[in-house]
């Protein structure tokens, strides 16, 4: 770490100099304007003219990529901030096709993201999202919700036998897979400008990898409800060989999980200590679930078994994805001061 000495320059003015390195890295001159930004925990943030750009501009060059690398390319770009993306052909004369249908697939997997200009060798993306629209909980409690959706539609379709629930919920995957992309551009780009930081809900950039974790966490969980959902149809008749009480208790499990998810996203964007505990108590009253379920099914087919199986799995892991992320929440109250907690 790099220390700087104090000086005075008047009655109530300190000042310390900028790092040669830096200034020379951002274009900072003498006379030339920077941001001063307090944060939290004592922390200074300064802030060049650079950081306030809106977005900025990048060139993928497609030769020697293939179709899926660059569709990769342009999700990348798009996650660490791009504003505009431009894709390519280099040497070649024109963007080979599938090339150009990388471009349109990547474009209908991210939020805000559209073509704005084509030629025969270039293809122009442009990033619509503004971060003030969006705040990084608001997001959070959003994908909680998708991934709710899609895991009671998966349930339901197994338990009225009805295929059309199952397309259902496997149709909202891609919007949860937006959600989440979104939240992954807030949280870069924040990290990246503390200043957006504030626009996105934060007063400080310190929850940002806490934030990374529990967005990853509910992707984890819609990953989950894609797999009952799969389940049910491939399963003959489109239901599970179980009977009614058994069914019942499934859905009932589906809840309880329902209940903790819920819970665990509360308790990290409220910070709140109670919660994340309630998360884990609740937990430690379903942890056997699974397992006293399959305990008191009849002899059955192992085809049969192992598709109730999969589906008590997909909870199971739900689960313990929302106990994650209240252990994450614990992390972010327990770094605040409260009647437990006294910071010196």
């Not at 977005?55 to 798009?78: N, S």
């Not at 990898?209 to 969980?221: D, F, M």
């Not at 699974?290 to 598709?307: C, T």
Request: hydrophobic share 40%; glycine share 4%.
């Amino acid at each position: 770490m790099e220390t700087r000495k104090v000086q005075r320059l008047g009655p109530s003015t300190l000042a310390m100099t900028l790092p040669a390195e830096w200034a020379g890295e951002y274009d900072v001159e003498k006379g030339d304007e920077v941001s001063i930004r307090l944060g939290g925990k004592g922390t200074l943030t300064v802030l060049p003219e650079a950081a306030h750009k809106e977005g900025t501009e990048v060139v993928i060059t497609t030769d020697g990529l293939e179709a899926d690398a660059v569709e990769r390319a342009i999700i990348a770009q798009y996650v660490l901030g791009r504003r505009v993306i431009h894709v390519e052909s280099g040497e070649e004369a024109t963007l080979p096709s599938n090339h150009i249908n990388a471009v349109y697939n990547a474009e209908t997997q991210l939020m805000g993201l559209g073509v704005v200009e084509e030629t025969p060798a270039r293809i122009t993306i442009r990033c619509s999202v503004d971060p003030e629209d969006f705040t990084l909980d608001n997001l959070l409690e959003r994908l909680a919700s998708t991934g709710k959706t899609m895991r009671n539609e998966a349930v339901r379709s197994l338990a009225h036998q009805n295929p059309d629930l199952a397309q259902r919920a496997l149709n909202r995957e891609r919007q949860a897979n937006k959600i989440f992309v979104l939240l992954l551009r807030l949280l870069f780009t924040s990290y990246q400008n503390p200043n957006l930081a504030r626009s996105v809900g934060l007063d400080d950039s310190f929850p940002l990898i806490g934030y990374r974790s529990v967005a990853k966490n509910l992707e984890l969980t819609a990953d989950n409800a894609e797999d009952i959902a799969e389940t049910a149809l491939s399963a003959e008749g489109h239901a599970l060989n179980v009977e009614t009480e058994t069914m019942r208790r499934i859905r009932e499990y589906t809840e309880e999980v329902d209940q903790l998810t819920e819970l665990a996203v509360e308790a990290a964007v409220e910070r709140d200590y109670e919660t994340a505990i309630e998360v884990k108590t609740l937990f430690n009253d379903i942890e056997s679930r699974e397992q006293e379920i399959l305990a008191d099914l009849p002899e059955m087919q192992n085809e049969q078994l192992l598709q109730i199986r999969e589906v008590l799995v997909s909870l199971d892991e739900t689960a313990n994805y929302a106990v994650r992320n209240a252990e994450i929440a614990t992390n972010l109250a327990l770094d605040e001061e409260s009647d437990h907690i006294t910071i010196q």
